[in-house]
């Protein structure tokens, strides 16, 4: 303990991981977080407020992706394929992260309190993304509306890629949920 | 006090809410609702378990309502059309509560708490038609979708519901904003 090695927060993230599966999350101390990664609970404390932040880390990875590549897609296009367009290129954030993002979310399927947060994390990707649509001039309801959307749709194919081991391509399962999502909505 | 009237739930309910308003949530007491209702705070725990429960109550009458009404839709229709007479079904619930709808959601947009109770509630919205699609025979993913696109739907028709006052017709505004998102959906 206590000398260095690479990627302390990997480490601390994959052993809170590993321990809340085991134990639960109300049941793992930051300290047997930072033994089983071989690191101090100081660095343990370095990297997250808390023992929920390794599971919601305060810079949200995901939704800042997704304003910039929204950010990024020509003007000219649909508000609803600027959303699957960012969805799509945000994708690449999980590429190595499907074992993980398993184990995060079976911890979180066990967890009220955690289910909530998990709520609050995904409206406020539907309200930055809104807010981004309405940044390029698109009015409400649409600009609400294909954020909401555009989110519903990444949460069932996120669902279907973590539970599917034969589905390893995120965004083949985003373009393919959305345009399910088109035919349902359709009346098809 | 203590004397009889009519509707003691009703005259609590408002109470809370104009109290909400005035001072805040977190400020305000079971006692003082109850005085300013002319009740005892006796009477108030008799209805509401506490001062959260008069905004979420225990028995959820619109998660009720949507699933019998969606229960009686004939099996032939589209999932989405499903959901879509369900919701203009529920619609009826809160005919004569815009002005009870509006107080009670300045009061949550006014706290984080509140909010995220609110997302929980939308969360189990969900949960509950698409379990009732299954019921019916609807297989995933459409059901999820079909549920997550009609509450993102009806989330947005009563919020133009209860801060437009020229709007007056919540079941023809959840028609309109499906159609709207018809549209958005297919890129339009």
Known sequence: ????????????????????????????????????AGLTERTFFRHF??????????????????????????VTAAPIDVVAAALESACGLFAERRELARQRQAVIDANTELQERELIKLASLVSALAEALRRRGVADPAAILAAEVGVAAFK??????????????????VRDTLEELRAVTAGK
Not at 3 to 12: E, H, I, N, Q, V
Not at 51 to 60: G, I, S
Not at 156 to 167: K, N
């Open 1 to 36: 303990m206590g000398r260095w090695k690479p990627d302390a927060r990997g480490r601390l993230e994959q052993a809170a991981l590993e321990l809340y599966g085991e134990r639960g999350f109300e049941q793992t101390t930051a300290k047997e977080i930072a033994e089983r």
């Open 49 to 74: 407020a808390d023992k929920r932040e390794v599971l919601f880390p305060h810079a949200n990875p995901l939704r800042e992706s997704l304003v910039t590549a929204l950010d990024s897609v020509p």
């Open 156 to 173: 069932v194919a996120f669902g279907r890629w973590i539970s599917q081991p034969d589905q390893h391509d995120l965004a083949r399962l």
